[in-house]
């Protein structure tokens, strides 16, 4: 067992709390297909339709973040992973989807399946009742999920796999940066917010039920990817 990436205190605890649940979506058998390049084609095409849709709600997601910041660093984040999300991150998608003959106009009206939608609207849930660190708990097994999964494939992925170009988007420095500086700026929100001692106030197993829905929900978007290929 390799170690995992380094994004911080909050992150390492969220991660053990959620137990069992981890694994199953850091290691999916979508993840080992894409390692392996034995995911078959249409899975992936399905999930990149769908992750099209889920990028959007996302976007959405983090521009609440950006109106639940309190701080300039908060703010920076939230605002600059909006753009980042909107304006490149969806270019991979685009990009991959019209190689295979998949217009925007097409990724833009797909229609959402549940796991999708339940996915996202449970974010922007957590973000509408809470603060930025109950925000934050639902959006980071998806964004550093994906900088410790990126960082494995980037090390383990067998040569020649088809997928190559989507692990180094997650593996690349570029993103690996993100993820340190995403994990720094969670450990001061949640300090801000809740003191130093946060592991001890009564907020903690909330925060961390919120974490391992979260990560269940991604395991979720994995089998509907995998469902793609039916
Ligand atoms: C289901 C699903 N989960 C996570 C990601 C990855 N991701 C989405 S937003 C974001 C942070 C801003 O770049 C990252 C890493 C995805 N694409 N699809």
Known sequence: MTAHPDYGRAYQLWRQASGKAWDLYARHAFVEGLKDGTLPKEAFLHYLIQDYVFLIHFSRAWALAVVKSESLEELKIASGTVNALVNFEMQLHV?????????????????EEFA??????????????????????ALMPCVLGYGEIGERLGREATEGTPYQQWIDTYAGEE???????????LDRAVAARIGDD?????RWAKLCERFTMAT???????????????
């Open 95 to 111: 990009g991959i989807c019209a190689e295979h003959g998949i217009s925007e106009e097409q990724l833009f009206e797909a229609e």
């Open 116 to 137: 999708n939608l339940a996915y996202t609207r449970y974010v922007l849930d957590a973000g509408q009742n809470g603060d930025l660190v109950d925000l934050l708990a």
């Open 175 to 185: 993103f690996q940066d993100v993820c340190r500086d995403v994990g720094s700026m």
């Open 198 to 202: 946060f592991e001890s106030s009564p």
């Open 216 to 230: 269940k929900l991604e395991a979720g978007f994995w089998d509907m990817g995998m469902a793609g290929a039916d």
